[in-house]
């Protein structure tokens, strides 16, 4: 089952997890002087809006359903 | 505190959009690279720290418009002054702009996959886990193995999650891919969805490359 046929609410936490994860983990370091407890991560996930849609808009074009 | 956003290759205009704390975005080119950032009076705490995870994010992302090449820097370091800013960039410019050629052209593509059901969580004996533990590595090995294999022949680069598979989760990965090889990527993803209902298949983005903003270790 693809994320696409899934309700969108779904595929908004799942894209959301997915930008967190990126913007907390991922990207160039630094300084390595991390002002943000991992533990904060939870608290970003729950109740976010969606930035940014999922796989969907690779034929839409991005930017269209950002929040 | 200056807040850094990302590393951009010719940015041609900051974009019209606030930065974290609605701060101005501010930019300053050092040896070829431009930083674009805001400053800030403290770091984010507490519930405005989701507002500003998702401002970081939609900053980054409106730079993959207006630029040649974005290298997204990771939320939550502090930059104490432009000086410790300039001296940041200066020591590591040289790889900035060997990425910038890595990523030119690429958008970056998240890829999850789980098993539909809790093969391990119910075993009747330590051999039945054993037994459904074997299982699942040989269908990591080969179905999505070959997921894996047809996305990376599509992709510049691919990065597997370093951390260990959780639970029912049998891939997670990023793929650097051409946005002229979008489709492809799609097509392969909706066929191997569409041919294992077994299995959920996440696919996100296009994001910008925050998974390869950095040389392999």
Known sequence: VSVVDRPTSLREQVTLLDLVDRVLNKGVVLTGDLTLAVADVDLVYVGLRVLLASVSTLEEGAGEARA | ?217
């Open chain 2, 1 to 217: 505190m200056i807040h850094v956003y990302a590393f951009a290759d010719r940015l041609r205009a900051l974009p019209a959009l606030a930065g974290v704390d609605d701060a101005r975005l501010e930019q300053v080119c050092v040896d070829g690279v431009t930083t674009v950032f805001s400053r800030r009076a403290r770091p984010s705490a507490g519930e405005a720290l989701r507002a500003d995870v998702v401002r970081h994010g939609a900053v980054v992302e409106a730079l993959m418009d207006v630029a040649a090449a974005v290298l997204p820097v990771r939320f939550g370091e502090g930059v104490r002054d432009d000086g410790e800013l300039g001296r940041s960039v200066a020591t590591r410019a040289d790889e900035l702009r060997r990425r910038f050629e890595s990523v030119r052209g690429c958008v970056e593509i998240g890829l999850r996959v789980w098993s539909a059901d809790a093969p391990l969580a119910n075993a009747a004996s330590g051999a039945d886990y054993m037994r459904r533990r074997q299982a699942l590595e040989a269908e990591r090995r080969t179905t999505v193995g070959e997921l894996d294999r047809a996305l990376r022949a599509l992709a510049r680069e691919a990065r597997v999650d370093g951390a260990p598979l959780r639970g029912r989760e049998m891939l997670g990965a990023a793929y650097l891919v051409p946005r002229t090889e979008l489709d492809a990527v799609r097509a392969v993803v909706d066929a191997f969805a569409s041919t294992n209902d077994g299995l959920t298949v996440v696919c996100t983005g296009p994001w910008a490359p925050f998974s390869f903003a950095s040389e392999a270790a």
